[in-house]
């Protein structure tokens, strides 16, 4: 890979013209839900197209939106979906191209938490990615990334790298999942609330049927759990809420974890 990863899915994923992104996902933001006052540690979101899961990604950074500023990094870590993948892996590339702009990758954070090299794994994956156009809008082009996908991992590998990212108040955690796939729009609710449920408890028995991005998504929940974060549902909706046919439908949610208070300067 160059020193730029370049946009992978712009014009499938989300709109490739800038300017129609920014204004996309500008009205996506403006249309979550206000939550004053929140100041969330880590999301979890999801990573379909804009059509399907925006608006449920979009009601997960709002919550965000006030950290502005203070947040300077973001830790992001999702599946590698199209690579057969052992362990986790961060690019060679220092920066991440989406029709907005370049974001920096924080090459120095990745160096210190030991995190592998490889590419072939980032260059056609979507779930890092459709989160980036939101970070961009929400933090501005001076935020640094730090991206991860994981593939066949156990839940300490990915959370030892999480542990060594965590940093203090100028880094935000993103897990990148989505929830059911392929199910009647009934049985799909059923099961995400379920999800939703051991989510909500940082029980780490979620698997692939549960959650695409289980590995990374179990790895959080048992750092959330040692450090005391309380984790809260923002949004739980499908593909058949959204933009899809309720026949098959795949699960969104949006969560947030706040740290105790008073935590958080470390």
Not at 242 to 247: E, I, L, M, S
Request: proline content about 6%; aromatic content about 6%; some cysteine.
């Amino acid at each position: 890979m160059n020193d730029v990863r370049p946009a992978a899915v712009a014009g499938s994923f989300y709109p490739a013209d800038g300017a129609r992104l920014a204004r996309d996902v500008d009205a996506m933001l403006a249309s979550a839900p206000a939550r004053a006052g929140e100041s969330p540690k880590a999301l979890v979101v999801p990573h379909a197209g804009y059509v399907y899961s925006g608006p449920i990604a979009a009601s997960a950074y709002a919550t965000v939106a006030e950290l502005a500023g203070r947040v300077t990094r973001v830790v992001l870590v999702g599946p590698a979906h199209r690579v057969a993948l052992r362990g986790v892996a961060a690019p060679s590339a220092t920066k991440l191209r989406t029709p907005l702009g370049d974001l920096d990758v924080d090459v120095e954070a990745l160096d210190r938490a030991r995190a592998p090299r490889d590419d072939f794994a980032h260059a056609r994956e979507h779930s890092l990615e459709v989160q980036l156009p939101f970070l961009q809008r929400v933090f501005g082009p001076s935020l640094r990334v730090c991206p991860i996908v994981c593939g066949r991992a156990s839940t300490e590998e990915v959370a030892s790298v999480l542990r060594a990212l965590w940093g203090g108040d100028e880094t935000l955690v993103v897990v990148s999942s989505d929830l059911s796939h392929d199910l009647p729009y009934a049985v799909g609710r059923r099961a995400d609330e379920r999800t939703a449920e051991k989510i909500l408890a940082l029980d780490e028995g979620i698997d692939g049927e549960g959650a695409c991005g289980y590995v990374g998504l179990r790895a959080l929940l048992a750092v959330a759990r040692e450090k005391g974060l309380r984790p809260k549902l923002l949004d739980l909706r499908s593909s058949g809420d959204t933009a899809g046919p309720r026949d098959e439908v795949v699960g969104y949610g949006a969560f947030a974890f706040a740290e105790p208070a008073g935590e958080g300067a470390s």
